[in-house]
């Protein structure tokens, strides 16, 4: 499965848009892009997912890049039950193919 | 829809001892997870099931653990003499898939932590 790279930390401002970015150089072409995040002290919650094209939801949106080796998880306006982990995960979506890194810590300011 | 739930929430065993984990997924759902997460990492993939099959098993699954999800419907993952590496967080989530689909949702409970003593 293709190896992801996000930033460990990021630090946002409540009501702010948070963009959360996403590497992933070696994704095929079958390959869908993940996100789901973790609060504290829960096991993780699926966000939002895409193959190409930007995606939306009541949550959040994704951009794919053209090339699909990167992609951006937005939140339009965070607030504070955002701070979480983010996991940005790309491959066969069975859950056995899913390899979760480290992700990106949110940290959202009043 | 009542999500996934697990129990107990909170485990305590001393080394050596046996212990049984039970998930019940969402119930219209065909496939059950188990994972594994440590502090500071992301979940670990186990072992999942399709309906009663356990079709995949991670190498991480040591002969002393083992996964049954009886009638296709609720699963428990037991561990036996327990050690203290196996202190961890596990995970349980569902999903519906349909035939070759490939970008089914995971839906997570909220966790067993156990801490072996």
């Known amino acids: 499965d293709a190896k992801t790279t996000q930033p460990n930390s990021m630090e946002s401002n409540e009501e702010e848009p948070v963009h959360l970015p996403c590497n992933h150089s070696?994704?095929?072409?079958?390959?869908?892009i993940h996100w789901y995040r973790q609060l504290p002290s829960q096991g993780p919650e699926y966000v939002i997912h895409g193959l190409t094209s930007n995606v939306n939801n009541r949550m959040a949106s994704l951009a794919i890049a053209e090339d699909r080796k990167s992609s951006t998880l937005i939140l339009h306006r965070a607030t504070l039950r955002d701070a979480a982990v983010y996991y940005c995960?790309?491959?066969?979506?069975?859950?056995?193919?899913?390899?979760f890194g480290e992700g990106t810590q949110l940290t959202v300011n009043p | 829809d009542t999500g996934v739930s697990q129990n107990p929430r909170h485990k305590i065993t001393k080394r050596g001892q046996n212990v049984t984990f039970r998930c019940d997924p969402i119930?219209?759902?065909?496939?059950l997870y188990w994972y594994r997460q440590t502090l500071g990492q992301g979940p670990e993939f186990l072992t999942y099931f399709q309906n009663e099959a356990q079709l995949e098993k991670s190498r991480l699954l040591s002969d002393r653990f083992s996964a049954e999800r009886p009638k296709g419907s609720f699963s428990t993952l037991e561990i036996q003499r327990t050690e203290q590496g196996d202190s961890a967080m596990y995970l349980c989530a569902s999903s519906q898939r349909h035939g070759s689909a490939t970008n089914e949702k995971l839906f997570f409970g909220s966790g067993t932590q156990l801490s072996v003593l």
């Open positions: 070696t994704i095929s072409g079958t390959d869908y």
């Open positions: 119930s219209e759902h065909n496939r």
């Open positions: 995960l790309v491959g066969e979506t069975s859950g056995s193919r899913l390899t």
